[in-house]
């Protein structure tokens, strides 16, 4: 004869921790998601918009190869994009909580600093200046959703394993 017996307040024990923890998004923000969005943004700076940005003016191209010997399009001091990739800038929007990700650059920071929100100019385009979208360009394709769902699942795995060790 088998008999098998259950613990059912440790099962109960684990389920509730799982639970708790798969429902608070914090770390799959913080630990998985923004370091992911952060190399996409990274990305489209290297890249120059993924080959996308207009080029520069030919007369403002000579002279920046003048003052700012190769830095590409949007990177003249690169405070644009460690602002957009990198939590300890001043000008970057980071919020992380249990249900939503926020992620983006503080406009303000800009205009006190430089006296405009040139991200947003350079993003949205206006009269003098072509649209050189940064944002936009990492939801393109489908790239970002699938590796959002791989990270995702890897977290579930982590954090389920966590809670194993713990209780068992």
Do not use: C
Not at 67 to 78: A, E, N, S
Not at 132 to 145: H, M, S, Y
Request: hydrophobic fraction near 35%; proline fraction near 5%.
């Amino acid at each position: 004869m088998i008999q098998i017996e259950f613990d059912t307040q440790r099962l109960q024990a684990y389920l509730n921790e799982v639970e708790g923890r798969l429902t608070d998004y914090t770390r799959l923000w913080s630990d998985f998601i923004a370091p992911l969005v952060a190399g996409e943004i990274a990305e489209v700076f290297e890249t120059e918009g993924r080959g996308e940005w207009p080029a520069l003016h030919p007369v403002y191209a000579a002279e920046k190869e003048i003052t700012h010997p190769g830095k590409t399009i949007l990177r003249r001091d690169d405070n644009y994009i460690q602002a957009a990739t990198s939590t300890r800038h001043p000008g970057n929007i980071a919020r992380f909580s249990s249900s939503e990700m926020i992620w983006g650059i503080d406009g303000g920071y800009f205009e006190a600093t430089y006296g405009e929100n040139y991200p947003a100019h350079h993003e949205l385009g206006t009269e003098r200046l072509p649209a050189r979208p940064v944002f936009e360009l990492i939801t393109v394709g489908g790239r970002l959703d699938e590796n959002i769902e791989q990270l995702t699942e890897k977290w579930v795995r982590e954090e389920i394993a966590e809670v194993e060790q713990q209780l068992f």
